[in-house]
């Protein structure tokens, strides 16, 4: 089976922008987690879809939004870009629930914010 | 308060020495608990889940209740063990379903 694939992986962005990051999970799956990695704070959890819902919701901003689509394609949408979202953007996918079973993740993208 | 802790961002050891990364949790209720590798140049990959109880490229962890720890253990490490080790652990999210809660993460350099 291929793997979760994320696209783009990299990207440049200016501050107040918005961008928009999608993840197709390997066939079969319909949940997919979606993760902000920095040195810092390590992987903090964004939010989880499963069939089109959104089920988890992280403690970030209002600003980062997501959606799944039929197919579980999902995407992430960050508007109004500020210096410190600069991360790598990791999605996962697995069979069922996204927090009990084992979740494969993407290679990334690596948004760079200036 | 759900939480996971790794104390230590980096464990440096030589090849053939024992290895222990440390992860305590916090969690109210019954936990399942996680370790997550990822190599160099590589994604981010399952190792071992404690209700498996099964050891994975040598590597064991054992789920202490009591101390509230899910250390992960090497009797000999090797080379090729070098990566960033992330502890996690399935907590309850705001939607009601479960989420992984990663730690900080633990980066391994075994050298020769």
């Known amino acids: 089976k291929a793997g979760v694939t994320q696209t783009p992986r990299y990207l440049i962005k200016t501050r107040g922008q918005q961008v928009t990051l999608s993840c197709s999970p390997i066939?079969?799956?319909?949940?997919v987690s979606w993760y902000q990695q920095t040195p810092g704070q390590g992987l903090q959890f964004l939010f989880e879809?499963?069939?089109?819902?959104?089920?988890n919701k992280g403690n970030f901003p209002g600003r980062f939004s997501g959606r799944q689509f039929s197919n579980s394609r999902s995407e992430m949408n960050v508007s109004t870009l500020e210096l410190g979202d600069s991360a790598l953007y990791l999605c996962?996918?697995?069979?069922?629930?996204?927090?009990?079973?084992?979740?494969?993740f993407g290679p990334g993208t690596r948004l760079t914010v200036t | 308060a759900q939480r996971v802790t790794q104390p230590e961002k980096l464990l440096s050891v030589f090849k053939g020495a024992p290895v222990e990364l440390k992860c305590n949790y916090s969690?109210?209720?019954?936990?399942?608990l996680f370790w997550y590798v990822q190599y160099s140049r590589q994604r981010l990959q399952l190792l071992l889940r404690h209700i498996s109880r099964e050891s994975i490229k040598g590597f064991t962890a054992d789920l202490n209740k009591g101390e509230t720890s899910f250390h992960l253990k090497k009797p000999f490490a090797q080379e090729e063990d070098s990566a960033m080790y992330y502890c996690a652990l399935s907590g309850r999210g705001t939607g009601g379903y479960n989420k992984l809660i990663f730690g900080a993460g633990t980066r391994l350099a075994v050298h020769p």
């Open positions: 996962a996918s697995s069979l069922d629930s996204g927090g009990r079973g084992e979740q494969y």
């Open positions: 066939s079969g799956h319909r949940s």
């Open positions: 879809y499963f069939s089109e819902t959104q089920r």
């Open positions: 969690y109210s209720g019954s936990p399942e």
